[in-house]
């Protein structure tokens, strides 16, 4: 049985604002540079994103060892 990683509120809120903050540069370097290098951003945000993303649940949610 898997917990959820968002025990707390707190924690929900966190990556809402980060979420936010990473929608609003991508938005801001399409407006400056061009629609490529807008989606290039995002594609590197939403890479770096999955990797935090993938450690954290598995951090949350801990080994089958234990």
């Known amino acids: 049985m898997s917990r959820n990683p968002f025990r707390k509120e707190g924690d929900a809120f966190y990556v809402l604002l980060v979420v936010g903050a990473a929608a609003l540069a991508v938005i801001a370097v399409t407006a400056v540079l061009g629609g490529t290098v807008g989606a290039l951003l995002g594609l590197v945000l939403l890479c770096v994103a999955i990797v935090i993303v993938f450690r954290w649940t598995r951090e949350a ?6």
């Open 61 to 66: 949610i801990g080994s089958d060892d234990e």
